[in-house]
């Protein structure tokens, strides 16, 4: 079996797939594995639990009663939008062509893939039928673009959350994918950068969206003087453990085969969650005298996000202090941070996903070092990984950054970011969708 090289790039889409051309079933070069099959159909399922219901409740329980219905509308409206697109020209963009940047329009549609055409794995002659992977990576696609509405969340307009949804994702979600995870030619991908699961791609670009429409779409009425508790934490924690759940599939599903790899990406996953949440609810503990539910819940989701670029990289003692560090570091996120940012970040996509996302891309540069357990080559350099880590984090940031600004503006001027103030003070579910989710 042909060994995994680093400090190559790998991630979601683990693959090098214009190193490899796509063939034909009967070409005898690349063989299916109907367990991989299984595994990647299954690991596709789980993160489309992650999303619907696993986000939608997560988020839903945050927002006050009378905002629950919009936000489990936007969670599954963005989602189910962003899947289409994908089909329609994302998995072009994002995996087609020679550019370092982005790909090309040779596949939209998905024009010449068929139930016979093949994309190839890690391990030498193994391969996928090429439809899973480009329904897996539709996956990623729509949950990342559903968690920045939790950023703007009880006061953004439906239509104005779709367009700027569809504009986001076609120019900051897509080249980013392809700069980090379009081997060999990817701009990120070429220069060594690790991201096994989406810590940039999915993480950090989608905490930076949503800080940047909590500015631009602006607070919400009384924020910093009204309470704006969550309605229902029990919401809350149920989400987070479908998160978890769904989670095993966004990691160890990376791998692309069901092997060794996805073992210890599964393994990873489970110890870092472990370990923030109960590093979440040690802070917890200190600094207020009480450890909450909605902080062991806010520390799994932590944890998961923090290991998501590392899970395939470092070993499991590795994946432990990146859970219980990126847990610590989105406390300060989503309090002290948040304050210095004066962004009303509603359901701290940034604190959490941002900060979880950039501490987590930084410290696979460390963890993946074979003397720290990790997974590394011989002659791995911390130094070098670490600055290759951070390229790709400030890339990330400042592309994301600056999409987002323009695509808000682009949607002030076409739709209007906000609902009427009149409009805010009743409710989205019910002047935005005509309903209630709870009868009183």
Request: proline fraction near 3%; charged fraction near 10%.
């Amino acid at each position: 079996m042909k060994e995994r090289k680093f400090p190559r790039g790998i991630g979601g889409g683990l693959l090098l797939l214009l190193a490899a051309p796509l063939l034909h079933a009967a070409t005898p070069v690349l063989v299916v594995d109907k367990g991989d099959v299984a595994w990647m159909l299954t690991s596709t399922l789980l993160v489309l639990l992650m999303t619907v219901p696993g986000l939608a409740l997560f988020y839903g329980g945050l927002v006050r009663a009378k905002n629950v219905l919009s936000v489990l509308m936007q969670v599954l409206t963005v989602f189910s939008l962003l899947l289409l697109l994908w089909v329609a020209y994302g998995y072009s963009l994002a995996f087609s062509g020679g550019g370092a940047v982005i790909g090309n329009v040779g596949k939209l549609f998905l024009h010449g893939v068929t139930k016979d055409t093949l994309t190839a794995t890690f391990t030498a002659g193994v391969a996928l039928p090429e439809y899973v992977f480009v329904a897996f990576q539709a996956t990623f696609a729509g949950i990342t673009g559903a968690l920045i509405v939790g950023a703007f969340a009880e006061r953004m307009r439906f239509r104005a959350v779709l367009l700027f949804a569809a504009l986001w994702f076609t120019f900051a979600y897509l080249p980013i994918a392809h700069m980090v995870w379009a081997g060999p030619v990817g701009f990120l991908y070429a220069r060594g950068a690790l991201d096994f699961a989406g810590g940039t791609v999915v993480h950090i670009n989608a905490g930076v969206a949503g800080l940047v429409g909590a500015w631009l779409v602006g607070p919400r009425l009384g924020f910093g003087r009204e309470p704006m508790k969550p309605h229902n934490v029990a919401f809350t924690m149920v989400g987070a453990a479908l998160l978890w759940v769904g989670w095993f599939g966004f990691n160890a599903g990376s791998n692309l085969e069901a092997n060794a790899g996805a073992a210890l990406a599964f393994i990873n996953t489970l110890l870092a969650t472990a370990a923030a949440v109960l590093a979440w609810l040690a802070v917890e503990a200190i600094v207020r005298g009480h450890a909450s539910m909605l902080g062991g819940a806010s520390g799994a989701v932590a944890g998961l996000v923090g290991i998501t670029p590392a899970c395939g990289t470092v070993g499991p003692l590795g994946a432990i202090v990146i859970g219980a560090l990126a847990s610590v570091c989105c406390v300060w996120g989503v309090t002290g941070l948040k304050k210095l940012l004066r962004a009303d970040d509603a359901l701290d996509v940034f604190g959490v996903h941002g900060i979880g996302g950039i501490v987590g891309a930084l410290l696979t540069g460390v963890f993946t070092a074979p003397a720290l357990g990790g997974t590394g080559a011989a002659g791995f350099s911390i130094g070098h990984q670490l600055g290759v880590q951070a390229l790709g984090v400030g890339i990330t940031v400042l592309w994301s950054g600056v999409v987002s600004v323009l695509a808000y503006l682009v949607v002030k001027a076409v739709f209007g970011l906000r609902v009427p103030y009149d409009a805010e003070r009743e409710g989205l579910d019910i002047t935005s969708h005509g309903e209630s989710a709870y009868d009183v």
